[in-house]
């Protein structure tokens, strides 16, 4: 849908988004948001995560539209905690190569940054992010680990570099970590990740706060997952690193992924009551299954990807069609003038020549 909304005597185009379609989430947001800087083109989206149990944009959208709208210059409307409809109208890139964000809450570090690498697609040069506060490991959301080996890689087959570099671990329910990050889009080109290679390497790190050192968290989610991962018989080798971290909230975490040219991850965040060979174990069985499916790209990376499919063209071999895929090729339609084409037997999402 869109309308034509006057502003300032000049009559915009402006793309309208239910922010309750589908999915319902905060993804809309975060899609659009990088979208609209990227193109140029002006958004209001309505109902903004109607489909969650406190909809409405949280801290961690708020930091993330409005370090976006300064790479832009953007005008905004509504961009505040709990506002159910907002208007992102960006301006032009101007040259800005030094973002810094601060997340008050232990929102997720990896989702505030996906909206700013989406519009680094159009930026010339390397940018800079650095990151205060927010959770490496938060809840539903990928740690900042998983974005540094999986989507990272992933992402490089599209022509753009990501180097992220964790500084200092946060986890909830009061965050504090710290992150720098650097972007470099050498050029937009297609990609084709669709291939499938049994076996494999699998690595990982297992994460806890400075203060679980003493029960042996890290080590024991570690442990957990490789006895789980051996026992599977299909990796040629398992490799968990461990490691403690000063920390402003106790917390632990673990995530593991497949290299080899596959774009396969997992991962597991402790929580109170939560066993730490459990944490390691979740992780480990969710690995066994992505690998069982014999794609290229897990469920969770796929909609990642959607966006960047986008913007450079190709196709990928996912595990699963989820309802944030779905959602995902919905708003970059919008955007980006593009038809994907979606074919669930054999779940390979493309864009249609």
Not at 146 to 169: E, T, W
Not at 254 to 260: A, F, K, T
Not at 299 to 323: A, R
Request: with cysteine.
């Amino acid at each position: 849908m869109a309308s034509f909304l006057c502003i300032s005597e000049k009559c915009i185009f402006m793309i309208v988004i239910d922010g309750g379609y589908h999915e319902g989430g905060g993804q809309i947001v975060r899609t659009a948001v990088g979208l609209s800087a990227l193109t140029g083109k002006e958004f209001r989206i309505d109902n903004i995560r109607a489909k969650r149990p406190n909809p409405g944009l949280s801290f961690q959208h708020v930091c993330a539209v409005n370090a976006v709208a300064h790479m832009c210059s953007a005008r905004t409307k509504g961009v505040f905690v709990g506002s159910k409809s907002m208007e992102f109208l960006p301006g032009k890139y101007g040259g800005v190569r030094d973002i810094k964000v601060k997340i008050p809450t232990a929102g997720a570090i990896g989702l505030v940054l996906q909206p700013l690498i989406i519009a680094a697609f159009g930026v010339k040069g390397k940018m800079n992010i650095e990151i205060e506060g927010g959770a490496s490991f938060g809840k539903r959301a990928p740690p900042v680990t998983y974005i540094q080996n999986v989507f990272c890689r992933a992402i490089s087959a599209f022509g753009c570099d990501v180097k992220v570099d964790v500084l200092r671990h946060g986890f909830y329910p009061k965050g504090g970590g710290r992150t720098r990050i650097g972007i470099d889009v050498r050029e937009r080109k297609m990609a084709d990740l669709v291939s499938f290679r049994d076996g494999g390497c699998v690595n990982g790190l297992s994460v806890a706060s400075r203060d679980l050192e003493r029960r042996d968290v890290a080590r024991r989610q570690a442990e957990s997952a490789k006895k789980i991962l051996h026992e599977a018989g299909v990796f040629e080798r398992v490799s968990i690193d461990t490691r403690y971290a000063d920390s402003v909230s106790a917390g632990s975490g673990i995530v593991l992924w497949i290299g080899d040219n596959m774009f396969l991850g997992a991962s597991s965040v402790g929580e109170v009551g939560k066993r730490a060979e459990d944490v390691g174990g979740e992780a480990a069985f969710e690995l066994i299954e992505e690998h069982k499916a014999e794609a290229c790209v897990d469920k969770y990376l796929c909609d990642q990807l959607i966006p960047i499919l986008g913007i450079c063209g190709g196709k990928i071999k996912t595990s699963e069609i989820t309802k944030h895929t779905e959602t995902n090729i919905w708003v970059v339609e919008k955007f980006m003038g593009v038809v994907f084409c979606v074919n669930r037997e054999d779940k390979i999402v493309s864009i249609r020549t």
